[in-house]
T-cell receptor
């Protein structure tokens, strides 16, 4: 079974803190994604990585950065957390386009509250 | 820009009913379409994936169809059960390898 693991399920951070959200997948997937999910707005793509050290901005990258030093790990970084970044963050992974399956798999989500 | 819409936003049905969830998208140049289930406070679980060249996919009581030319997909759930209660999301994958999601249909099946 494919597994996408988000290390922190629930976090509470203070405004201005630097926050790291970690995601690990065990299927040797090329692609990894970070989304945030908010009521009424659905899932919005923050960043996307299609290979080690490669990244691409999604729809809402402002206030976030990412790191992909190893194929299995994709980190989302909030450089200076703000209250409007309180949300549920979802990590996902998949094979690249054209390869088998192309199903995208999600982690369980990380609930972040910034106070 | 691709937009994905799901109707209805919420649905409440008695157990045993057959039901249809709708998903529409504005740009027919998609690579595939995927249906997901999300339980409250949890991540997304993939239900069905339909490649752009396919018309439908089936898994157990679920059947998903795709009409690319009209920009529509439906998820059919047969003989609904209370355990089917969840939010159902569709997402289209374009040739940039990204998924664009609808806002979901919240389904409640009552005994």
């Amino acid at each position: 079974d494919v597994k996408v693991t988000q290390s922190s399920r629930y976090l509470v951070k203070r405004t201005g803190e630097k926050v790291f959200l970690e995601c690990v997948q065990d299927m040797d997937h090329e692609n990894m994604f970070w989304y945030r999910q908010d009521p009424g707005l659905g899932l919005r793509l923050i960043y996307f990585s299609y290979d080690v050290k490669m990244k691409e901005k999604g729809d809402i990258p402002e206030g976030y950065s990412v790191s992909r030093e190893k194929k299995e790990r994709f980190s989302l970084i909030l450089e200076s957390a703000s209250t409007n970044q309180t949300s549920m963050y979802l990590c996902a992974s998949s094979f690249a386009l054209g390869l088998s399956g192309n199903t995208i798999y999600f982690g369980e989500g990380s609930w972040l509250t910034v106070v | 820009k691709q937009e994905v819409t799901q109707i209805p936003a919420a649905l409440s049905v008695p157990e045993g009913e057959n039901l249809v969830l709708n998903c529409s998208f504005t740009d027919s140049a998609i690579y595939n379409l995927q249906w997901f289930r999300q339980d409250p406070g949890k991540g997304l679980t993939s239900l069905l994936l339909i490649q752009s060249s396919q018309r439908e996919q089936t898994s157990g009581r679920l059947n998903a169809s795709l009409d690319k030319s009209s920009g529509r997909s439906t998820l059919y759930i047969a003989a609904s059960q209370p355990g089917d209660s969840a939010t159902y999301l569709c997402a289209v994958r374009d040739n940039t390898d990204k998924l664009i999601f609808g806002t979901g249909t919240r389904l409640q099946v009552f005994p």
